[in-house]
C-alpha cells in the first residue's frame, strides 16, 4: 500500500508558475508509475502528466507539453509537478497517484490517491 500527500498548490496570475509535491509513504513507491491528473468544477477528471518507475519516459496530456514537468525521486519517495506558463483553465484540484499496472494515461490504471490540492489562475 502506498499513501500519497500533495502540497504546492495555490493561487497564481496567468503566466505564472507553481510546484507541486507529492509525497509517498511506504517502502514500494519505487515499483509503481505516478500519474499527475486534475479535476475542474464540474467536469471529469483528466490526464496530466505521468511517468513510470523507471524514470525512463514521461508522458504529458498535449495542453501542457512544453509547460509542465514531471519528476520522481525515489530515494526520497516524492513526485513533483513544474507548471509553468500557467492558464486560467489550468484552473483545478490536483491529484498525484500511483499505479502498479495498465494504461498511465487512465485514472482506472491507478490504485492510490492523495487528497488534492487546489491550483487557481486568475486576474
Known amino acids: 500500500q502506498v499513501h500519497l500527500e500533495e502540497s504546492g498548490g495555490g493561487w497564481v496570475r496567468p503566466g505564472g508558475s507553481l510546484k507541486l509535491s507529492c509525497v509517498a509513504s511506504?517502502?514500494?513507491?519505487?515499483?509503481?508509475?505516478i500519474g499527475w491528473f486534475r479535476q475542474a468544477p464540474g467536469r471529469e477528471r483528466e490526464f496530466v502528466a505521468g511517468?513510470?518507475?523507471?524514470?525512463?519516459?514521461?508522458f504529458y496530456e498535449d495542453s501542457v507539453k512544453g509547460r509542465f514537468a514531471i519528476s520522481r525521486d525515489n530515494a526520497e519517495n516524492t513526485a513533483w509537478l513544474q507548471m509553468n506558463n500557467l492558464k486560467p483553465e489550468d484552473t483545478a484540484v490536483y491529484y498525484c497517484?500511483?499505479?502498479?499496472?495498465?494504461?498511465?494515461?487512465?485514472?482506472?490504471?491507478?490504485?492510490?490517491w492523495g487528497q488534492g490540492t487546489q491550483v487557481t489562475v486568475s486576474l
Open positions: 497517484a500511483a499505479s502498479g499496472s495498465g494504461s498511465i494515461y487512465f485514472a482506472a490504471s491507478y490504485d492510490y
Open positions: 511506504g517502502p514500494t513507491f519505487s515499483n509503481y508509475a
Open positions: 511517468v513510470s518507475w523507471s524514470n525512463l519516459r514521461p
